[in-house]
């Protein structure tokens, strides 16, 4: 039970995917430990259409979770942040399919205080058992050194250029490293999932790269299904926003009931941001968004922030708090495919011309948008 080695260090992975996937029903009963402190319980569930958090109603320390899954199998994961832990957030995933499940954790007389030490399963697969205690022994090394680096300088890297750069160059050599294992291990689904979770929708290795590794590795098998063919999509999405690229063209109704299309903005500056009211980063990053909005008349600059949420309180909740009186899109999985969202935030810059020429994973990263202002100064000049 390794702590998967970049999930948890600070970014919220975001998965989406093509609607035609085929809907099918998870039911799973969890028992916890009497003595666990369930309100520091972090437990997601990827469909295969996006993650979320699951929160749960506990009756002698048991919950049922119910929901709808696209791909073979629905990932439930469960991490219990400690601070007597030294060696990253213990962590434990588990598939499941459309039979009923069970999954049943307790303790034994080890005294350890992992909650997911010791379980029993009933229709549900351990994914260290599919593949994850191989993939994980596999790149060790290379995973505690992020961890170990990112725990002694999680407060200063933010705002520090050199250690972003230290931090990206470590990842990526887990991102080789996770490669290597699939090279070895290519008719393992597990690698797909893992290629597909951790590589294609990240921003460390370049995705056309990416996208040739994934054509020569894996088998006509595994590439044909939905889940490879929206890595595939996934990819050429990235490639496409990338620096320099045409922008894919859009077509979105905001929350007023008004339509935008990329094509019907052309003439002007139009900056997209994805955000969600639950990504912590989003909300720290959105008082520069405002800046840029009251700074920028909307005749030379549209902004169009596109919501992740699927809680629409919790998105009016947000807008109001942030002061977000631009134009704002809710729930339209059409641009996020298109754009190839992993993860959040995320902002583009699209010139005149329909080109990206900003990409803040490409940019500016884990800090408040410097380079995005410069450009902006540069070419729509100050207020």
């Not at 992975?13 to 996937?21: D, E, G, P, R, V």
């Not at 749960?56 to 007597?84: C, E, M, Q, V």
């Not at 894919?248 to 009931?257: A, L």
Request: hydrophobic fraction near 35%; include cysteine.
């Amino acid at each position: 039970m390794r702590p998967y080695p970049k999930y948890f260090l600070f970014l919220i992975l975001f998965i989406s995917a093509n609607l035609s996937y085929s809907q099918k029903k998870i039911e799973v009963i969890v028992s916890l430990p009497s003595d666990i402190d369930y309100k520091k319980l972090y437990i997601s569930f990827d469909n295969g259409l996006n993650q979320k958090l699951v929160r749960p109603t506990l009756k002698d320390n048991n919950f049922t979770i119910s929901d709808s899954y696209y791909t073979r199998y629905g990932t439930i994961t469960f991490a219990y942040p400690d601070s007597t832990e030294t060696d990253g957030i213990p962590t434990v995933g588990f598939w499941v399919t459309g039979k009923p499940a069970k999954i049943r954790f307790y303790r034994d007389n080890t005294g350890s205080k992992n909650p997911f030490r010791n379980y029993q399963l009933e229709n549900a697969f351990a994914l260290e058992d599919m593949g994850g205690r191989e993939f994980f022994k596999f790149n060790d090394i290379e995973s505690k050194d992020v961890r170990k680096f990112y725990r002694e300088n999680s407060d200063s890297i933010r705002t520090n250029l050199t250690l972003r750069n230290i931090l990206h160059q470590k990842l990526q050599k887990v991102d080789r490293k996770e490669l290597d294992f699939i090279r070895l291990h290519p008719n393992c689904y597990y690698s797909l999932w893992q290629f597909d979770r951790e590589i294609a929708g990240g921003g460390d290795l370049k995705a056309d790269s990416l996208l040739n590794f994934f054509q020569e590795v894996f088998p006509d098998s595994l590439k044909q299904t939905q889940e490879g063919k929206e890595i595939v999509n996934k990819l050429k999405g990235r490639i496409n926003t990338k620096k320099g690229g045409e922008a894919p063209d859009f077509k979105v109704k905001d929350i007023k009931g008004n339509s935008y299309s990329l094509n019907k903005l052309r003439g002007k500056f139009v900056l997209i941001d994805f955000w969600a009211s639950w990504c912590a980063p989003c909300m720290r990053e959105m008082p520069n968004i405002k800046a840029i909005s009251d700074k920028y008349p909307k005749d030379k600059l549209e902004i169009i922030s596109v919501s992740l949420d699927k809680n629409q309180g919790n998105f009016t909740a947000a807008l109001l708090k942030a002061g977000m009186n631009w134009t704002q899109v809710f729930n339209d999985w059409e641009i996020v495919n298109s754009y190839a969202i992993g993860i959040v935030p995320q902002v583009f810059l699209i010139d005149r011309k329909g080109i990206v020429v900003y990409s803040r994973s490409e940019e500016d990263d884990l800090v408040g948008l410097n380079h995005l202002k410069e450009i902006l100064t540069k070419e729509l000049g100050k207020k």
